[in-house]
């Protein structure tokens, strides 16, 4: 008796044979029935509509606000998450666009908002991953991997020091850890610091913060403590490090300020420590530590909010306004002049400048002005 034929309704089937890509009859068998038949077409459904799925995400669009303000952040958010899924070539040529200097023994680069130095967990891309096609894009493809110097916080712009060879990349991280290089960053804090120049001298220790979720923050740890009106000396953590912050504010408003930093040393996040939990002066899109308890969004007065033009609800995407704008390097090599390396602001630092009424320094209003027109759009 001649076995029965049917044919596959559905979406066709595409066999390897010389009779690809027409719709083929199956011959029942005793071992391929009609379920297993029914479990393949499902498959190539399930995986069709997972592609289609996964091609809408892709072209899926954030509405398009009218606020200008808005705008520049979700223009803010999508180059963030850009960054982290460009190919490792793109990233590279980017920060070709971007060098500040270069000579023999290094180049400096002026590293953007939301790039990791180090990779991690969640990292897919960061600095380190795409110094040897940097090298290959700056000196052939025969040149040797570009070595870091000293790192900044993922959120941190500014100026970025890498060096050609092993030695030389050792004798600028010494002279950042003899603090023979001079550093200075520039922040927008919420609240104006008082007095308005002077040193923080605080150690700071990594604790564990007890709240709704636990995590861990770097925080103060002073050697003095008020009792009963007195100063009374207190017994130093044995983990806490020496920490030292000059600071001076360059311009300020009744609720913000433009305030230019020098640490003296270089602990882990202790400009942000030392703002927030030192002068209770945070910066401005320091989500971490506005709050010792929480892990949420900075909460922002109304005033603030208004001149920013944003709600509340958006200020979680407000970046960190930390730029490291200038290192001053002694003499390398057979160099005779200090190295004198500065970064302009990037657009949305000067963006907030402009839209906080806070006032850039006379000295750096002209190389700025393109940008702060552009911010203001």
Not at 58 to 80: L, Y
Not at 169 to 185: D, G, P
Not at 345 to 367: G, I, K, W
């Amino acid at each position: 008796m001649a076995a029965r034929r049917w044919s596959a309704s559905g979406p066709w089937i595409r066999g390897n044979g010389q009779g690809c890509g027409s719709l083929f009859t199956l011959v029942s068998k005793p071992f391929c029935s009609a379920a297993a038949a029914s479990t393949a077409i499902n498959a190539q459904r399930l995986a069709e509509k997972l592609r289609a799925q996964k091609r809408e995400q892709d072209t899926k669009k954030e509405p398009v606000s009218t606020n200008a303000v808005q705008r520049r952040v979700q223009e803010i958010v999508r180059f963030t998450r850009q960054l982290q899924r460009v190919h490792p070539n793109v990233l590279a040529k980017a920060l070709t666009r971007g060098i500040l200097h270069q000579d023999k023994n290094l180049v400096v680069i002026n590293k953007p908002y939301g790039l990791p130095v180090h990779g991690g967990p969640g990292v897919q891309l960061c600095i380190t991953d795409v110094l040897p096609i940097l090298a290959k894009m700056l000196h052939g493809h025969k040149a040797e991997p570009l070595h870091l110097c000293h790192r900044l916080d993922k959120e941190t712009t500014g100026v970025m020091v890498l060096a050609w060879d092993k030695d030389m990349a050792h004798q600028v991280q010494e002279l950042f850890r003899t603090r023979q290089v001079v550093k200075k960053y520039w922040a927008i804090t919420v609240h104006v610091p008082m007095p308005s120049a002077g040193v923080v001298d605080i150690p700071i220790v990594e604790k564990e913060a007890q709240g709704q979720q636990q995590h861990h923050k770097m925080t103060l740890s002073p050697s003095y403590r008020m009792d009963d009106g007195k100063m009374v000396k207190v017994r130093r953590s044995r983990n806490a490090q020496v920490a030292v912050t000059q600071y001076q504010v360059l311009s300020s408003t009744l609720s913000s300020a433009l305030v230019e930093l020098q640490p003296i040393t270089g602990i882990k996040h202790q400009l942000r420590v030392h703002l927030s939990f030192g002068l209770d002066c945070p910066i401005l899109g320091d989500h971490k530590y506005s709050d010792w308890n929480r892990l949420a969004p900075q909460k922002l007065s109304v005033g603030t909010l208004k001149k920013l033009g944003l709600e509340q609800s958006k200020a979680r995407y407000i970046p960190l306004h930390l730029h490291a704008r200038q290192l001053i390097l002694p003499a390398l090599g057979s160099g005779k002049e200090e190295l004198n390396l500065v970064c302009k602001l990037p657009r949305f630092f000067v963006h907030s400048l402009h839209r906080l009424r806070l006032e850039m320094p006379n000295e750096d209003q002209n190389e700025n002005n393109e940008a702060k027109c552009l911010g203001a759009q």
